[in-house]
């Protein structure tokens, strides 16, 4: 018979067992640390403790790179166009001008007065419309406290009848805002007390 199919024998390998090992060497206390070995690891945990402070620091530092970061980001995205916007709404005070300057709608009034007046009147409100679609926002002031931070007072007058004193009783222009920031205060004309009539 062929011996190359059948499995070679190895002598068994004997596994030491408990018994083989001495009593003493299981319940034998670890050495003592020497004094300079545990003044290493102190250092060592003083260092680490330092590195781990300064760790967390540079965390606090990053994020506050970041937020700082994310917020110019976000202010140059919607205050990009401030210059471009304050000369739009410009050309929208000068429509209204022009629209103002129209003498008043009445009864027999020419054909082409009433239509060239219907016309600039849809111009302005598509404008208008446009502008707001973009975070300009037009804000009247008449009737509405004084507020320095929409207005700016050209003049004041003795309060008409039932007004409060401070209140703005003429806007010559409308206050402009482009995503909450003024773009162009509104020019008003504001009921002043112990304002006399010849002030």
Do not use: C
Request: no cysteine; net charge negative; proline share 9%.
């Amino acid at each position: 018979m062929n011996d190359q199919n059948s499995p070679e024998k190895n002598p068994p390998v004997e596994l030491p067992t408990p018994a083989d090992f001495p009593e003493s060497a299981a319940t034998q206390p670890l050495p003592e640390q020497p004094a300079d070995a545990m003044a290493r690891i102190a250092e060592l945990e003083a260092e680490l403790a330092q590195l781990r402070d300064r760790w967390l620091r540079s965390e606090a530092e990053m994020q506050n790179l970041r937020t700082r970061t994310k917020r110019e980001v976000d202010d140059a995205r919607a205050y990009a166009v401030q210059k471009f916007a304050r000369d739009v709404v410009e050309a929208a005070d000068n429509l209204r001008r022009g629209l103002d300057a129209l003498p008043a709608p009445e009864a027999g009034e020419a054909e082409l007065l009433t239509k060239l007046r219907g016309g600039f009147e849809g111009v302005e409100r598509a404008f208008i419309s446009i502008l707001e679609r973009n975070g300009v926002a037009k804000h009247d002031a008449t009737g509405k406290p004084f507020d320095p931070e929409l207005h700016q007072a050209m003049a004041q007058q003795p309060p008409p009848e039932g007004v409060a004193a401070g209140t703005v009783i003429q806007a010559w222009t409308p206050a402009w805002t482009l995503n909450g920031r003024l773009l162009k205060p509104a020019m008003v004309v504001v009921a002043g007390e112990g304002v006399s009539e010849t002030a």
